[in-house]
């Protein structure tokens, strides 16, 4: 019997190592994802571990990790089973990232020095609260509904806010949350990362028809991408954007030391300008790109929150870097709601920041024409509704658009600027619907 038994737990076993041998390289992403998200909605969001694991964790097949969060260093291991281990550190100013080998865990890493210069002027250009207005063209009932209408139990709306002539009009956070929170807006970072690109055309060191400043491809059809064919997204370059299995994008985000480089590497299957594909490695290689218009690594850390960040006041903003010392320009910028919305005002006033111009009006136009083959719904590294996605918005309406359904809408049109933070995409999410019960309470 005693045999029997001992070839049952010897089969067993086998046959779990097969499984994890099998699946290893899915797992290594699951527990990549879990110990990255966790580490960073603890230390840099300032979240509770059982609220992550219970919330931004808590879906197939990430759930079956198990983290552990170590206080006193500020890191994070995931596993699975207790297998398949992955960890990820938290830096100063930098956030958090993951860990490929032993050697990454006291690599010394320079953070950006920020400027944080807080004024007495109420929203949008301060930190004041902004005085009661009541706009007589506002059917607030309506307004109140349709935000109301965001937070159903199957929304998973965690944040609202929707300003109209420079005023609040509505704001609303889910439990958990409130105006301070940092909310990961996922795939909203690539307009951060062209803006980049509008503030040094606007300073004359660069133009979008400049071909991209890449060594390794001067000597091959490469050589003949442009700026704007990656702001673009019509490079011709290989890319699998697929969340749902082992593909370029997850094996970037949660594998590599140097996200910038795996777009850079990837060979030219289209001509430039002939083929629309949405890529995060594009993103992520126009971050480590901007390396070229700095003379050193503090210089670009500095330029993204001196430049942009910090110079309109989104102050709760960071942005966080791999383990090369590139922002992650695809997916990872954090901050309040406010300040999301701080940046969609920008865009809105098309450039103009309470007087001062961060980049030429002129970008607005060119982030909001349609890209070849887009079909009309993308511009340069924005989302646009030139094609009608929203039916039921005006067709200038143009966006920032994140995984679980991030959103800034910029509506040149009504005035207006409307963010949404939560877990839920399209269809979970109608927001179509949400934006027509906004829209149709303002005449």
């Known amino acids: 019997m005693k045999k029997i038994l001992k070839v049952i737990v010897i089969l067993l076993l086998l046959g779990l190592a097969i499984v994890i041998y099998l699946n290893y390289p899915r797992l290594n992403i699951i527990t990549g994802y879990s110990a990255k998200n966790m580490d960073s909605s603890v230390f840099l969001a300032g979240r509770s571990a059982e609220f992550t694991d219970e919330t931004d964790n808590n879906f197939s097949p990430v759930s079956i990790a198990e983290d552990k969060v170590d206080f006193d260093t500020k890191s994070t291991i995931a596993s699975v ?17 993951l860990v490929i080998d032993e050697s990454d865990i006291d690599k010394p890493y320079e953070s950006p020095n920020r400027v944080i210069k807080k004024n007495n002027l109420p929203f949008p250009y301060g930190e004041l609260e902004q005085r009661d207005t009541l706009f007589g063209n506002i059917d607030y009932t309506s307004l109140n509904k349709a935000v109301d209408n965001a937070f159903s139990d199957t929304e998973k ?22 105006k301070n929170s940092k909310i990961l807006g996922w795939s909203m970072t690539k307009s951060i990362t062209a803006t980049m690109y509008g503030i040094l ?36 370059l290989e890319w699998n954007e697929d969340y749902n299995t082992i593909s370029d994008v997850t094996k970037m985000l949660f594998l590599e030391k140097d996200m910038a480089k795996v777009q850079e590497n990837k060979p030219m299957l289209y001509q430039p300008d002939t083929h629309w594909n949405y890529s995060s490695g594009t993103s992520n290689l126009l971050s480590g790109m901007l390396h070229t218009y ?33 922002y992650v320009g695809s997916s990872y910028a954090w901050a309040n709601a406010r300040d999301w919305a701080k940046f969609g005002l920008l865009y809105l006033h098309r450039g103009d920041w309470n007087g001062t111009q961060i ?10 024409t349609p890209t070849n083959t887009s079909n009309g719904q993308y511009g340069a590294h924005f989302w646009l509704n030139a094609g009608g996605v929203y039916p039921d918005a ?5 966006s920032c658009n994140g ?10 049109s009504r005035d207006m600027v409307i963010v949404r933070m939560g877990l839920t995409e399209e269809p979970d999410f109608d927001f179509n619907a949400f934006l027509k019960g906004v829209l149709n309470s303002v005449n």
């Open 294 to 326: 700095f003379s050193s690594q503090q210089e670009y850390l500095n330029f993204w929150y001196s430049a942009l960040i910090d110079k309109i006041g989104m102050y709760s903003m960071i942005i966080e870097a791999d383990l090369s010392g590139n």
């Open 403 to 412: 995984y679980q359904g991030q959103r800034v809408f910029i509506i040149p």
């Open 201 to 236: 055309q606007s300073q004359g060191r660069l133009t979008v028809n400049d071909q991209a400043p890449i060594e390794s491809w001067k000597n091959d059809e490469r050589k003949n991408i442009t700026i704007g064919d990656l702001l673009h997204m019509n490079s011709g």
């Open 359 to 368: 980049f030429n009006a002129s970008w607005v136009d060119y982030v909001t």
């Open 157 to 178: 709306t965690r944040a609202v806010v929707v300003v109209y002539k420079d005023h609040i009009i509505a704001e609303k956070y889910g439990e958990g949350f409130d």
């Open 81 to 97: 089973y207790g297998l398949v281990k992955r960890q990820a550190i938290y830096r100063y100013r930098l956030g958090s990232v």
């Open 394 to 398: 005006p067709k200038d309406l143009f």
